[in-house]
């Protein structure tokens, strides 16, 4: 073929990095892996060893160590006995640690990219180019964070031993997401990664024993999922973070629910990808390209939910299949692939199963004719049209290179169909109109918002979701605080148990009573139950009933808040204003409320509580509108907004020992 004709066809050839540097890595490790526990490779106590594979060829890379419960004990108790130490350091000490964990990243990248995408099967291109370099920004913006902790942080210390459980589909950004801010915090880790993909994972613990890093200061622990059960079950654990399957997340809350142990989770999503009318079309499809078939799509924040609006949508798909005609799918070591390898058979098993009954729900499935790979583990960028809000594929993670695409009519329908989810991670809005833009981004219920961008992440800014997709952020001044909590707080004192209360038994003589009731949606509300129960003083005199709610006035109640959007949706200064009159007239009631505390907790107490009440009443209405968030400055041209939203539904059970200031300190904030 004659350059002439090269440039008629712009066909590409390959281009494939040299993998050599990493086999001769795996081959000086005899391709076998212990775990490394206290600066020191250990294998496993109970001998056992899976493999992992190359998912484009199918071929065996190494054996890697399956941890028991007896391991992770070994790594946890490594863990605390290197606690006090490194929590003791200077923060200049542990900042230098850090910016050294950022120096051999960089210096071992080429390694490291190749690694990732064998055991992985992502593109180089992706390796090289997005994910090693964002593991080396995570831990020179860390290295910052350790240096002025005791400026930003005055009053917190680190939490001290952290398990952290992390994803296959970027193995060595979410370790360096998990254990960047935990050190710079003084904290010390056991990290599992996921059993597809150890490898990257043990040759950070090569460079932590490369730059000296304290022994026990990072534990890495592979196994499957009865490992990740066993760090989270096990009891000299402070705090565990995950980034996975909402399945295994619920899980994971469950078994820590009844224990001392703090919790952040970055679960599945279901990202909706809005496109307006007024969008730079060209720019929105390479956006889309970037959200939905980046890593094979492989992302918990994939845009895989495509919603068009309706003028558009026959333009807008020509344009995406005829991008998605030049996307090329081959071998993820060639620089010049698009579409690599999916990372194991059960999720290739799903993916196909969850096309094929989206398929049988009605939607139109569209492939591209490309070539495909004989060998290894692929699946086509596929375009699923006509897609009904309940269909299995615009409900659930698939997980894979699959857009499930939708219409709308107005910016309001486009809010309801992309709130149709029970996830809450990200989202996309494309619009010329800032207006529509901002207006649309302010009502997605989701943790990030891009607008006309997809997939920007960086060290400084906080990612994470709420809803289904968990709670808790990583990146930024807000990632460090899940690391870090106030010094009191391990010496405050247990809040006493809740006795159950029963049902007051008839008097003896038939009294004239009015019936006590609840307080639901603005007005009182009798008790499903009928029933009240006996209050008690501080000396055991009957002080009145109380209405006894049960689960049908508890759910009316939770219907009630739910419906209440209108406080959520005020201005900062309007909640702050109410807060101000609910302490102006608790002040004014002061000696009638005194009074009627004092029967219970007696008299000193009651005035205390009630001063104290109607001060932290004006604290809390002083901070309502001084939550301004945050301008970051990421080091590409994008400005990230972090805006500060209201959690939603509230539950809160108050104590006993403080009626009043218990119940303002709970619910005012």
Same mark, same amino acid.
């Given at each position: *073929?004659?350059?002439?004709?090269?440039?008629?066809?712009?066909?590409?050839?390959?281009?494939?990095?040299?993998?050599?540097?990493?086999?001769?890595?795996?081959?000086?490790?005899?391709?076998?892996?212990?775990?490394?526990?206290?600066?020191?490779?250990? &294998?496993?106590?109970?001998?056992?060893?899976?493999?992992?594979?190359?998912?484009?060829?199918?071929?065996?890379?190494?054996?890697?160590? !399956?941890?028991?419960?007896?391991?992770?004990?070994?790594?946890?108790?490594?863990?605390?006995?290197?606690?006090?130490?490194? $929590?003791?350091?200077?923060?200049?000490?542990?900042?230098?640690?850090?910016?050294?964990?950022?120096?051999? +990243? !960089?210096?071992?990248?080429?390694?490291?990219?190749?690694?990732?995408? *064998?055991?992985?099967?992502?593109?180089?291109?992706?390796?090289?180019?997005?994910?090693?370099?964002?593991?080396?920004?995570?831990?020179?913006?860390?290295?910052?964070?350790?240096?002025?902790?005791?400026?930003?942080?005055?009053?917190?210390?680190?939490?001290?031993?952290?398990?952290?459980?992390?994803?296959?589909?970027?193995?060595?950004? *979410?370790?360096?997401?998990?254990?960047?801010?935990?050190?710079?915090?003084?904290?010390?880790?056991?990290?599992?990664?996921?059993?597809?993909?150890? #490898?990257?994972?043990?040759?950070?613990?090569?460079?932590?024993?490369?730059?000296?890093?304290?022994?026990?200061?990072?534990?890495?622990?592979?196994?499957?999922? =009865?490992?990740?059960?066993?760090?989270?079950?096990?009891?000299?654990?402070?705090?565990?973070?995950?980034?996975?399957?909402?399945?295994?997340?619920?899980?994971?809350?469950?078994?820590?629910?009844?224990?001392?142990?703090?919790?952040?989770?970055?679960?599945?999503?279901?990202? /909706?990808?809005?496109?307006?009318?007024?969008?730079?079309?060209?720019?929105?499809?390479? @956006?889309?390209?970037?959200?939905?078939?980046?890593?094979?799509?492989?992302?918990?924040?994939?845009?895989?939910?495509?919603?068009?609006?309706?003028?558009?949508?026959?333009?807008?798909? =020509?344009?995406?299949?005829?991008?998605?005609?030049? #996307?090329?799918?081959?071998?993820?070591?060639?620089?010049?692939?698009?579409?690599?390898?999916?990372?194991?058979?059960?999720?290739?098993?799903?993916?196909?199963?969850?096309?094929?009954?989206?398929?049988?729900? @009605?939607?139109?499935?569209?492939?591209?004719?490309?070539?495909?790979?004989?060998?290894?583990?692929?699946?086509?960028?596929?375009?699923?049209?006509?897609?009904?809000?309940?269909?299995?594929?615009?409900?659930?993670?698939?997980?894979?290179?699959?857009?499930?695409? *939708?219409?709308?009519?107005?910016? =309001?329908?486009?809010?309801?169909?992309?709130? %149709?989810?029970?996830?809450?991670?990200?989202?996309?809005?494309?619009?010329?109109?800032?207006?529509?833009?901002?207006?649309?981004?302010? $009502?997605?219920?989701? @943790?990030?918002?891009?607008?006309?961008?997809?997939?920007?992440?960086?060290?400084?800014?906080?990612?994470?979701?709420?809803?289904?997709?968990?709670?808790?952020?990583?990146?930024?001044?807000?990632?460090?605080?899940?690391?870090?909590?106030?010094?009191?707080?391990?010496?405050?004192?247990?809040?006493?148990?809740?006795?159950?209360?029963?049902?007051?038994?008839?008097?003896?003589? /038939?009294?004239?009573?009015?019936?006590?009731?609840?307080?639901?949606?603005?007005? $009182?509300?009798?008790?499903?139950?009928?029933?009240?129960?006996?209050?008690?003083?501080?000396?055991?005199?009957?002080?009145?009933?109380?209405?006894?709610?049960?689960?049908?006035?508890?759910?009316?109640?939770?219907?009630?808040?739910?419906?209440?959007?209108?406080?959520?949706?005020?201005?900062?200064?309007?909640?702050? &204003?109410?807060?101000?009159?609910?302490?102006?007239?608790?002040? !004014?009631?002061?000696?009638?409320?005194?009074?009627?505390?004092?029967?219970?907790?007696?008299?000193?107490?009651?005035?205390?509580?009630?001063?104290?009440?109607? !001060?932290?009443?004006?604290?809390?209405?002083?901070?309502?509108?001084?939550?301004?968030?945050?301008?970051? %400055?990421?080091?590409?041209?994008?400005?990230?907004?972090?805006?500060?939203?209201?959690? @939603? %539904?509230?539950? +809160?059970?108050?104590?006993?020992?403080?009626? #009043?200031?218990?119940?303002? =300190?709970?619910?005012?904030?």
């Amino acid at each position: *073929m004659s350059i002439a004709d090269k440039f008629v066809s712009m066909a590409y050839g390959p281009a494939p990095e040299e993998p050599k540097e990493a086999l001769s890595w795996l081959d000086k490790h005899t391709r076998r892996f212990g775990h490394f526990i206290g600066g020191v490779w250990a &294998q496993p106590i109970a001998g056992q060893y899976f493999d992992t594979n190359d998912p484009s060829t199918g071929e065996k890379l190494a054996g890697v160590a !399956q941890g028991t419960a007896a391991d992770v004990d070994a790594a946890v108790k490594a863990a605390r006995a290197a606690f006090p130490k490194w $929590q003791a350091l200077t923060q200049h000490a542990r900042a230098r640690f850090l910016y050294a964990l950022a120096r051999q +990243v !960089q210096k071992h990248s080429r390694r490291l990219a190749v690694l990732e995408t *064998m055991d992985n099967g992502k593109p180089i291109r992706e390796s090289r180019d997005i994910d090693i370099p964002l593991v080396a920004r995570h831990f020179y913006h860390h290295a910052g964070w350790a240096q002025l902790l005791p400026q930003e942080f005055p009053d917190y210390i680190a939490c001290g031993v952290v398990g952290q459980i992390i994803p296959w589909n970027f193995p060595l950004l *979410m370790l360096a997401w998990k254990i960047a801010p935990a050190l710079a915090a003084g904290n010390t880790v056991v990290l599992k990664p996921a059993e597809f993909t150890p #490898l990257t994972a043990l040759a950070f613990a090569e460079i932590c024993h490369e730059i000296g890093l304290p022994d026990g200061v990072v534990n890495i622990i592979t196994g499957d999922g =009865s490992t990740g059960e066993a760090l989270v079950k096990h009891p000299d654990v402070d705090k565990i973070a995950f980034t996975g399957s909402t399945e295994v997340g619920r899980a994971i809350r469950s078994a820590t629910a009844n224990s001392h142990k703090r919790l952040s989770l970055e679960l599945g999503g279901k990202s /909706p990808f809005i496109i307006f009318e007024d969008a730079d079309l060209d720019s929105a499809v390479e @956006g889309l390209v970037d959200g939905i078939w980046f890593n094979q799509g492989q992302v918990c924040c994939a845009g895989s939910r495509l919603l068009m609006q309706e003028s558009i949508a026959d333009a807008l798909t =020509s344009k995406i299949r005829d991008r998605m005609s030049t #996307l090329r799918a081959g071998p993820p070591l060639d620089k010049a692939i698009d579409i690599g390898a999916i990372v194991a058979r059960v999720q290739l098993d799903r993916i196909h199963r969850l096309v094929d009954q989206g398929i049988a729900e @009605g939607a139109t499935c569209w492939q591209p004719q490309i070539e495909m790979p004989s060998q290894g583990l692929y699946f086509p960028p596929t375009l699923l049209s006509n897609v009904h809000p309940t269909s299995i594929v615009a409900q659930q993670e698939i997980f894979g290179p699959v857009l499930a695409a *939708m219409t709308f009519r107005t910016p =309001s329908e486009a809010v309801e169909l992309a709130n %149709n989810t029970v996830y809450g991670l990200a989202a996309c809005v494309w619009s010329e109109s800032i207006n529509v833009a901002l207006h649309v981004a302010a $009502q997605l219920k989701a @943790g990030v918002v891009w607008v006309n961008c997809t997939n920007l992440f960086d060290a400084s800014c906080g990612f994470g979701g709420y809803r289904e997709s968990g709670y808790g952020r990583e990146g930024g001044r807000e990632g460090m605080l899940e690391y870090l909590e106030p010094k009191w707080f391990k010496n405050a004192p247990p809040l006493p148990p809740v006795q159950p209360v029963q049902p007051s038994e008839e008097a003896s003589l /038939p009294a004239i009573d009015r019936t006590v009731k609840l307080y639901i949606g603005g007005k $009182q509300a009798r008790p499903d139950s009928g029933y009240s129960f006996e209050v008690h003083g501080k000396n055991g005199e009957l002080l009145g009933e109380a209405p006894l709610g049960n689960r049908k006035d508890i759910r009316n109640a939770v219907e009630a808040a739910r419906k209440a959007v209108s406080w959520s949706k005020a201005t900062a200064h309007n909640r702050a &204003q109410v807060l101000y009159y609910v302490a102006e007239n608790l002040s !004014q009631r002061s000696d009638e409320i005194t009074r009627r505390l004092a029967a219970a907790v007696g008299p000193e107490q009651a005035i205390k509580e009630v001063e104290l009440s109607v !001060q932290r009443i004006f604290s809390y209405a002083a901070w309502a509108d001084k939550f301004d968030g945050a301008v970051h %400055n990421p080091p590409f041209r994008n400005i990230a907004i972090a805006m500060y939203e209201p959690i @939603g %539904n509230v539950g +809160v059970i108050c104590p006993s020992d403080f009626p #009043l200031l218990g119940l303002v =300190s709970l619910v005012m904030p």
